[in-house]
């Protein structure tokens, strides 16, 4: 009688990256973001041919924001039953209509009220794209989600100041009716690109998904808390930035310190890739600990341009790399309903960032500007503790 041998066993194939998919949701992100802040780089074009002042056309900024954050929870969960890539192209389409309007409107209500619809949509696009490429990829959910929020990055460092020059050469409804070409063009990407993934189903809602077991999940809260603190810490400074570097003294110009800190942002976004799945505790500690360290660097060495200019791309890659781990820390903490987990992040960055500049705005008319990154470093600090705190849950060891 012979023994025999078993045969080897063989590991199962690795699922292919799915980099069509995830570029598309990373087109659409950068989409969004350029809809979002292009009207800053053309306000006084825009205020001119819509006939208002400046101060009143900053309002097209600020209902965008304000709108994504009202609306991003309810109208997240309104949609949680829709297929996933039938509501994309919806929100992809419907920024091609608003700004569509925004480009051949002359009425500054009308615009307004285009401006609003793209914050509603908005804010249902950045609950339900992390969620959305991690599912692409769930082996690597942290770098799926990295890769897609990529286009965010690169829309605010690249994007926006390319847009800004291009509204100097075209105009700025030339500007918009091109967003408007991107927007179909990614539409119809999407729709060859991406898988058809199923929405929840209408039971599961009632077996415990939805809001309120969403905000009861263990690590949710802390997640959302530091996400705040260090919003609210990066917009005290990044929204005075000018008043800031003017003052400051220093031998290059603002548009200088934010090219760097946007090429930091870059380099923020593929670390946060590289790291989110295997140490996204100790990557999401470091990024927030080296935010804090370059607030405090700026406030010590504020008229010295190297080390300005230093802390800067620092300071980019921090937040190049903080969103998408905590986005990804949100998706794991709540694997039952990520989109409404991403919708609570959505809306506490969009007020988070609304009360940055106004709590930026007092520190600035107070104290100066010598006391804003300070103030921000204080905030990185809560964000730091909240996080490191959240040991079990949210950023578990």
Known sequence: MTATTPAPTLAAPRPPWPLGGLLTLSGAAFVTILTEALPAGVLPAMSSGLGVTEARAGLLVTVYALAAAVTAIPMTAWTLRLPRRTLLLSLLLGFAATNAVTAASTGFALTLGARILSGVFAGMLWAMVPAYAARLAPHRGGKAIATALAGMTVGLSLGVPAGTALGGLIGWRGVFAALTGLALALAATARWRLPALAGQKAGEVREGRGLRATIRTPGIAAINAASIAMVL?????????????????????????????????????????????????????????????????????????????????????????????????????????????????????????????????????GAGTSALPWTAAALLAVSVLTAGAARRHGFPL
């Open 233 to 365: 810490g990066f917009y005290v400074l990044y929204t005075y930035i000018a008043p800031f570097v003017e003052r400051a003294g220093l031998a290059v110009s603002t548009g200088t310190v934010l090219f760097v800190f946007g090429l930091g942002s870059t380099a923020g976004v593929w670390i946060a890739g590289a790291t989110a799945d295997r140490w996204l505790r100790r990557s999401t500690l470091t990024l927030l600990a080296l935010s804090a360290l370059c607030l405090v660097t700026l406030g010590l060495f504020a008229g010295s341009t190297a080390v300005v200019l230093v802390a800067a791309v620092l300071w980019g890659v921090t937040h190049g790399g903080i969103p998408a781990l905590m986005q990804t820390a949100g998706v794991r903490a709540a694997p039952h309903d990520p989109d409404t987990a991403n919708s609570l992040w959505v809306t506490g960055w969009n007020v988070a960032m609304a009360g940055g500049s106004l709590l930026g705005g007092a520190v600035l008319a």
